[in-house]
C-alpha cells in the first residue's frame, strides 16, 4: 500500500442472497481522487458501499482503510464519520424532525455541544445554498432539497472520504448542478455509484466497471 492509499481493498468477494456480486475486487482510492463505481442496476455498487463500512460483509479478501485492516465491528465502527456515505434514497438518511436539527444531529453525536452543533450545521446549510430550509420538516422538502440536506449532514461530521450512492439520481438539472458544485467544493476524496453522464463528467478522475472489476485489479 502507498502512504497516500485512503483504501485499499485485495481481493474483495461479496456474495448476497446466494449470487456473487463480486469475485475478487482490488480496490484503490488515494488522496484526492473522485472514482466512480460503474455497472448497471444490480450489480453491487450500494452493497459495495456498505460493506466498505462494514454493514454487510465481505466473504473473503482484505480491507484497509486508512491505513488500518479492517475486519471486525470494532474496526468499522470508527469510520462511520470519517467514511461519509450519501445513501441512495435520501428519505433513508433524513430523520429530522428539522433540517438544522437532522444536520446538528451528527457533530452533536460526536461530542459537539448543542450550540457548537447548531453553528456547524448552520455553515453547512449555508454553504449548499439551503440555510432557508433551517427550520423546515425534513419531509417537506423536494427531493432535491433532501439530497442536499442529507449532504449537509454527512459534512457536519467533518468526513475524510465521501461515499455517494447515485448522488444526482432523479434531480432536476438545476438541483444537480448545485449538488456537482457543491461536491467538487468540499475537495474531498470520494467513491460515487453513479451512472449519470453529467455527475460523471463533472466528477470522476478514474472509473471501474463492476463487472470487469470482478477479475481485474482497479
Ligand atoms: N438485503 C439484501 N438481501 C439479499 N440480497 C440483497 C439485499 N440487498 C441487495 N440485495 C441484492 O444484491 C444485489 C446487488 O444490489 P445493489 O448493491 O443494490 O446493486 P446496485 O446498487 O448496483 O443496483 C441485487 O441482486 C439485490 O437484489
Ligand atoms: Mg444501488
Known amino acids: 500500500m502507498t502512504d497516500d492509499a485512503l483504501i485499499d481493498g485485495r481481493g474483495l468477494r461479496l456474495v448476497r442472497g446466494g449470487r456473487e456480486l463480486l469475485g475478487g475486487l482490488d480496490l484503490h482510492l488515494t488522496q484526492g481522487e473522485r472514482l466512480f463505481v460503474l455497472g448497471p442496476s444490480g450489480a453491487g455498487k450500494t452493497t459495495l458501499l456498505h460493506a466498505l463500512l462494514g454493514f454487510v460483509p465481505f466473504a473473503a479478501g482484505s480491507l484497509s482503510v486508512f491505513g488500518q485492516a479492517r475486519s471486525r465491528e470494532r474496526d468499522f465502527a470508527p469510520l462511520r464519520g470519517p467514511l461519509g456515505l450519501l445513501f441512495q434514497d435520501a ?36 454553504r449548499l445554498g439551503i440555510a432557508r430550509l433551517a427550520d423546515r420538516p425534513v419531509q417537506a422538502l423536494s427531493g432535491g432539497e433532501q439530497r442536499l ?35 467538487a467544493e468540499t475537495g474531498l476524496s470520494m467513491i460515487v455509484a453513479s451512472h449519470d453522464p453529467v455527475c460523471v463528467a463533472a466528477l470522476a478522475s478514474r472509473r471501474i466497471e463492476l463487472r470487469d472489476a470482478t477479475h481485474a485489479g482497479c
Open 91 to 126: 428519505g433513508d438518511q433524513l430523520f429530522g424532525p428539522t433540517v438544522a436539527e437532522d444536520v446538528a444531529f451528527g457533530p452533536l453525536n460526536l461530542g459537539a455541544s448543542a450550540s457548537d452543533a447548531a453553528a456547524i450545521a448552520a455553515t453547512q446549510l449555508d
Open 149 to 183: 440536506a442529507a449532504l449537509a449532514g454527512v459534512l457536519a461530521m467533518r468526513p475524510r472520504v465521501l461515499l455517494l450512492d447515485e448522488p444526482t439520481n432523479g434531480l432536476d438539472a438545476g438541483a444537480t448542478e448545485r449538488l456537482l458544485a457543491a461536491l
